[in-house]
């Protein structure tokens, strides 16, 4: 099974909610990531965990909180987002954060902010 | 981040090859060359990737240059569910290394 799952496909939240994205993927993969697409744009890097731990934070604003509870699963929690965050959010994961790794996608979620 | 240069677009006819090319002048020894595609509406899925030598798989052939400092990936055989959009991407070797997109080349294929 090389599946990454997400959910919710799609949320729409206003500027005061709550709201957290979940990532799942039982490959046994040790690295996750999350990345943001803006419409038209290439996905860009926001978070790296590495074997649980996040590694890389791309200077990505607090308003965006990541968790990764166990190997398996990674969140992302968001908070007072702006509609400029509106976006399509993509989780990945890889064997190990190594440079040969294959990342595997999930088909993301796609984010309205109003 | 050494940096890739790709066309922003390119078309095909169905069941043509199709070249895809890539330059990335400033790569440095430790960098493979991983290419990804995005079909509409999904996820970036891996396509193939190398270090030095001509590599082959089941959806593509990956051509590079002597000098690294250029690579081109073949479909053989374009069919219409191989319109996406193609990155090659440069990755370093090391721990939690990052996968940076660039614009990629969008690949339309007509009948």
């Known amino acids: 099974d090389t599946e990454v799952t997400q959910t919710p496909k799609h949320l729409v939240m206003g500027m005061t909610n709550k709201k957290s994205l979940k990532c799942e993927q039982h490959m046994g993969h040790r690295a996750m990531y999350w990345y943001k697409q803006k419409a038209k744009k290439p996905p860009e890097l926001m978070f790296v965990y590495s074997y649980e731990k996040l590694s890389i934070n791309e200077s990505v604003p607090s308003r965006f909180s990541p968790e990764c509870p166990n190997s398996s699963l990674l969140n992302l929690h968001l908070h007072a987002l702006q509609p400029e965050d509106s976006a399509l959010y993509l989780c990945?994961?890889?064997?190990?954060?190594?440079?040969?790794?294959?990342?595997?996608f999930g088909p993301g979620t796609r984010l309205l902010v109003l | 981040d050494a940096k890739t240069t790709q066309p922003n677009s390119m078309e095909s006819n169905e069941e043509e090859p199709v070249h895809l090319p890539c330059n990335h002048s400033?790569?440095?020894?430790?960098?493979?060359i991983h290419w990804y595609r995005q079909l509409p509406s999904q996820g970036p899925e891996y396509v193939i990737h190398g270090l030095t030598s001509n590599v082959n798989n089941r959806m593509a052939s990956l051509a590079i240059a002597e000098d690294r400092k250029s690579s081109t990936l073949i479909l053989h055989r374009a069919t219409l569910r191989d319109a996406a959009v193609y990155y090659c991407i440069l990755r370093p070797t090391g721990t939690a290394s990052k996968l940076t997109f660039g614009t990629g080349t969008r690949l339309q294929v007509t009948l």
């Open positions: 990945a994961s890889s064997q190990d954060p190594g440079g040969r790794e294959t990342q595997y």
């Open positions: 400033t790569i440095s020894g430790t960098d493979y």
